[in-house]
Protein backbone atom coordinates (compact mmCIF):
# COMPACT_ATOMS: atom_id res chain seq x y z
CA UNK A 1 0.00 0.00 0.00
CA UNK A 2 1.15 3.46 -0.69
CA UNK A 3 0.29 6.88 0.70
CA UNK A 4 1.06 10.52 0.80
CA UNK A 5 0.64 13.03 3.69
CA UNK A 6 1.04 17.26 2.97
CA UNK A 7 1.86 18.66 5.81
CA UNK A 8 -0.16 21.50 6.22
CA UNK A 9 -3.39 22.55 4.22
CA UNK A 10 -2.66 26.16 3.73
CA UNK A 11 1.05 27.89 3.31
CA UNK A 12 0.91 31.88 3.51
CA UNK A 13 4.01 32.79 2.07
CA UNK A 14 5.05 36.91 1.22
CA UNK A 15 5.95 37.73 -2.60
CA UNK A 16 9.73 37.08 -2.74
CA UNK A 17 9.74 34.86 -0.27
CA UNK A 18 10.89 30.76 -0.39
CA UNK A 19 7.80 28.54 -0.87
CA UNK A 20 8.44 25.25 0.75
CA UNK A 21 5.52 22.71 0.66
CA UNK A 22 6.07 19.39 2.08
CA UNK A 23 5.04 15.70 1.28
CA UNK A 24 6.04 12.60 3.01
CA UNK A 25 5.27 9.24 1.22
CA UNK A 26 4.90 5.57 2.12
CA UNK A 27 5.49 3.12 -0.10
CA UNK A 28 7.02 -0.59 -0.08
CA UNK A 29 9.32 -0.02 -2.92
CA UNK A 30 11.01 3.01 -3.89
CA UNK A 31 8.39 4.95 -5.12
CA UNK A 32 7.66 7.44 -8.61
CA UNK A 33 7.11 10.68 -7.41
CA UNK A 34 5.51 13.59 -8.72
CA UNK A 35 4.05 17.35 -7.90
CA UNK A 36 0.97 18.57 -9.72
CA UNK A 37 -0.57 22.48 -9.66
CA UNK A 38 -4.17 23.55 -9.46
CA UNK A 39 -4.90 26.78 -10.51
CA UNK A 40 -8.38 27.85 -9.49
CA UNK A 41 -11.66 26.24 -12.01
CA UNK A 42 -9.11 24.46 -13.73
CA UNK A 43 -7.51 21.01 -14.17
CA UNK A 44 -4.47 19.55 -12.37
CA UNK A 45 -0.80 19.73 -14.61
CA UNK A 46 2.24 18.13 -13.40
CA UNK A 47 4.76 20.63 -12.34
CA UNK A 48 7.86 17.89 -11.94
CA UNK A 49 8.09 14.01 -11.54
CA UNK A 50 10.93 11.99 -10.03
CA UNK A 51 11.52 8.27 -11.39
CA UNK A 52 14.92 7.25 -11.06
CA UNK A 53 17.73 9.10 -11.47
CA UNK A 54 19.34 12.65 -9.85
CA UNK A 55 17.16 13.07 -7.01
CA UNK A 56 16.72 17.01 -7.08
CA UNK A 57 14.39 17.49 -10.00
CA UNK A 58 13.40 20.66 -11.40
CA UNK A 59 10.11 21.83 -13.28
CA UNK A 60 8.47 24.60 -14.37
CA UNK A 61 7.67 27.92 -13.08
CA UNK A 62 11.38 27.77 -10.99
CA UNK A 63 10.31 25.05 -8.73
CA UNK A 64 12.25 21.77 -7.81
CA UNK A 65 12.07 19.15 -5.36
CA UNK A 66 14.67 16.67 -3.73
CA UNK A 67 13.89 12.68 -3.12
CA UNK A 68 15.09 11.64 0.28
CA UNK A 69 14.98 8.22 0.59
CA UNK A 70 16.22 8.18 4.08
CA UNK A 71 13.25 10.48 4.94
CA UNK A 72 10.79 9.60 2.67
CA UNK A 73 10.54 13.07 1.64
CA UNK A 74 9.50 15.01 -1.59
CA UNK A 75 9.23 18.95 -0.42
CA UNK A 76 8.89 21.49 -3.19
CA UNK A 77 10.74 24.67 -2.62
CA UNK A 78 10.76 27.71 -4.76
CA UNK A 79 13.65 30.66 -3.77
CA UNK A 80 11.13 33.72 -4.81
CA UNK A 81 7.57 33.14 -4.63
CA UNK A 82 5.57 35.36 -6.81
CA UNK A 83 1.54 36.01 -7.21
CA UNK A 84 1.00 33.80 -9.98
CA UNK A 85 2.31 30.97 -7.70
CA UNK A 86 -1.01 31.10 -5.75
CA UNK A 87 -2.63 27.89 -6.52
CA UNK A 88 -3.34 24.56 -4.90
CA UNK A 89 -0.70 21.94 -4.87
CA UNK A 90 -0.83 18.26 -4.59
CA UNK A 91 1.99 15.26 -3.93
CA UNK A 92 1.36 11.60 -5.42
CA UNK A 93 3.09 8.72 -5.48
CA UNK A 94 2.73 5.75 -7.78
CA UNK A 95 5.03 2.50 -7.85
CA UNK A 96 6.63 0.78 -10.66
CA UNK A 97 5.43 -2.44 -10.50
CA UNK A 98 1.79 -3.48 -10.12
CA UNK A 99 -1.09 -1.66 -10.93
CA UNK A 100 0.33 1.70 -10.82
CA UNK A 101 -1.88 3.71 -9.64
CA UNK A 102 -1.67 7.52 -8.45
CA UNK A 103 -2.24 7.65 -4.90
CA UNK A 104 -2.70 11.49 -4.33
CA UNK A 105 -1.84 13.95 -1.44
CA UNK A 106 -4.94 15.91 0.05
CA UNK A 107 -3.55 19.17 -1.23
CA UNK A 108 -1.52 22.01 0.31
CA UNK A 109 -3.56 25.55 -0.72
CA UNK A 110 -0.59 28.40 -1.21
CA UNK A 111 -0.91 32.15 -0.61
CA UNK A 112 0.96 34.95 -1.85
CA UNK A 113 0.64 37.98 0.19
CA UNK A 114 1.87 40.97 -1.96
CA UNK B 1 -4.51 19.41 -29.97
CA UNK B 2 -7.95 19.96 -27.76
CA UNK B 3 -5.96 17.81 -25.27
CA UNK B 4 -8.63 16.25 -22.72
CA UNK B 5 -12.51 17.72 -23.02
CA UNK B 6 -15.08 16.43 -20.90
CA UNK B 7 -18.81 17.33 -20.85
CA UNK B 8 -20.43 18.78 -19.11
CA UNK B 9 -18.58 21.52 -16.83
CA UNK B 10 -21.97 21.72 -14.73
CA UNK B 11 -24.28 19.29 -13.33
CA UNK B 12 -27.08 19.13 -10.75
CA UNK B 13 -28.88 15.75 -10.54
CA UNK B 14 -31.93 14.52 -8.11
CA UNK B 15 -30.97 11.39 -6.30
CA UNK B 16 -31.96 8.33 -7.86
CA UNK B 17 -31.11 10.13 -11.73
CA UNK B 18 -28.54 8.54 -13.83
CA UNK B 19 -26.31 10.32 -15.92
CA UNK B 20 -23.26 10.04 -18.07
CA UNK B 21 -20.19 12.32 -17.67
CA UNK B 22 -17.89 12.35 -21.33
CA UNK B 23 -14.46 12.37 -21.72
CA UNK B 24 -12.57 12.03 -24.93
CA UNK B 25 -8.56 13.04 -25.35
CA UNK B 26 -6.80 13.78 -28.89
CA UNK B 27 -3.77 13.11 -28.06
CA UNK B 28 -3.49 8.51 -28.76
CA UNK B 29 -2.92 7.95 -24.95
CA UNK B 30 -3.76 4.48 -23.72
CA UNK B 31 -4.41 5.18 -20.54
CA UNK B 32 -7.34 7.32 -19.12
CA UNK B 33 -8.53 7.46 -15.40
CA UNK B 34 -11.06 9.08 -13.72
CA UNK B 35 -10.55 10.79 -10.05
CA UNK B 36 -13.06 12.37 -7.73
CA UNK B 37 -12.17 15.73 -5.55
CA UNK B 38 -13.62 16.02 -2.23
CA UNK B 39 -12.38 19.06 0.19
CA UNK B 40 -9.47 17.68 2.37
CA UNK B 41 -9.30 15.20 0.44
CA UNK B 42 -7.14 15.51 -2.99
CA UNK B 43 -8.19 12.77 -5.54
CA UNK B 44 -9.27 9.55 -5.41
CA UNK B 45 -9.41 7.38 -8.53
CA UNK B 46 -12.49 5.59 -9.43
CA UNK B 47 -11.75 4.20 -12.57
CA UNK B 48 -9.19 3.72 -15.29
CA UNK B 49 -8.46 2.09 -18.39
CA UNK B 50 -4.93 0.79 -19.72
CA UNK B 51 -6.53 0.50 -23.38
CA UNK B 52 -9.56 -0.15 -25.46
CA UNK B 53 -11.68 -2.59 -24.15
CA UNK B 54 -9.62 -2.66 -21.09
CA UNK B 55 -10.67 -0.97 -17.54
CA UNK B 56 -10.49 -2.02 -13.85
CA UNK B 57 -11.69 -0.44 -10.53
CA UNK B 58 -9.80 1.90 -8.36
CA UNK B 59 -9.68 3.23 -4.48
CA UNK B 60 -13.67 4.39 -5.04
CA UNK B 61 -15.86 2.23 -8.07
CA UNK B 62 -18.83 1.76 -6.17
CA UNK B 63 -21.89 3.56 -8.15
CA UNK B 64 -19.89 4.65 -10.81
CA UNK B 65 -19.42 2.47 -14.45
CA UNK B 66 -17.01 2.71 -17.43
CA UNK B 67 -16.44 1.69 -20.64
CA UNK B 68 -13.58 2.15 -22.99
CA UNK B 69 -14.73 0.99 -26.87
CA UNK B 70 -12.52 3.25 -28.56
CA UNK B 71 -9.09 4.48 -27.89
CA UNK B 72 -10.63 8.50 -27.60
CA UNK B 73 -13.35 8.35 -24.91
CA UNK B 74 -13.76 6.54 -22.10
CA UNK B 75 -17.47 8.47 -20.34
CA UNK B 76 -18.24 7.64 -16.66
CA UNK B 77 -21.54 6.59 -15.58
CA UNK B 78 -23.71 7.03 -12.47
CA UNK B 79 -26.45 4.38 -12.07
CA UNK B 80 -28.35 6.08 -9.50
CA UNK B 81 -26.81 9.38 -8.36
CA UNK B 82 -26.63 9.77 -4.72
CA UNK B 83 -25.62 12.94 -2.80
CA UNK B 84 -22.43 11.09 -1.31
CA UNK B 85 -21.48 11.24 -5.52
CA UNK B 86 -21.40 15.61 -5.32
CA UNK B 87 -17.68 16.49 -6.09
CA UNK B 88 -15.78 17.40 -8.89
CA UNK B 89 -14.53 14.94 -11.31
CA UNK B 90 -11.78 14.69 -13.41
CA UNK B 91 -10.68 12.81 -16.40
CA UNK B 92 -6.50 12.28 -16.88
CA UNK B 93 -4.70 10.56 -19.89
CA UNK B 94 -1.49 9.65 -20.20
CA UNK B 95 0.82 7.65 -23.05
CA UNK B 96 2.21 5.09 -20.76
CA UNK B 97 1.69 3.97 -17.37
CA UNK B 98 0.98 6.16 -14.38
CA UNK B 99 4.32 6.98 -14.10
CA UNK B 100 4.07 8.96 -16.89
CA UNK B 101 2.52 12.29 -16.95
CA UNK B 102 -0.87 12.65 -16.71
CA UNK B 103 -3.02 15.08 -18.98
CA UNK B 104 -6.26 16.58 -16.73
CA UNK B 105 -9.40 17.37 -18.31
CA UNK B 106 -10.71 20.68 -16.84
CA UNK B 107 -13.61 19.08 -14.89
CA UNK B 108 -17.27 18.57 -14.16
CA UNK B 109 -18.62 20.18 -11.05
CA UNK B 110 -21.95 17.53 -9.87
CA UNK B 111 -24.26 18.16 -7.14
CA UNK B 112 -26.48 15.39 -6.50
CA UNK B 113 -29.67 16.46 -4.40
Known amino acids: AQSVTQLGSHVSVSEGALVLLRCNYS??????LFWYVQYPNQGLQLLLK??????LVKGINGFEAEFKKSETSFHLTKPSAHMSDAAEYFC????????????FGSGTRLQVQP | NAGVTQTPKFQVLKTGQSMTLQCAQD?????MSWYRQDPGMGLRLIHY???????DQGEVPNGYNVSRSTTEDFPLRLLSAAPSQTSVYFC????????????FGPGTRLTVL
Open chain 1, 92 to 103: AVSQPTGRRALT
Open chain 2, 27 to 31: MNHEY
Open chain 1, 27 to 32: SSVPPY
Open chain 2, 49 to 55: SVGAGIT
Open chain 1, 50 to 55: YTTGAT
Open chain 2, 92 to 103: ASSYGVFSDTQY
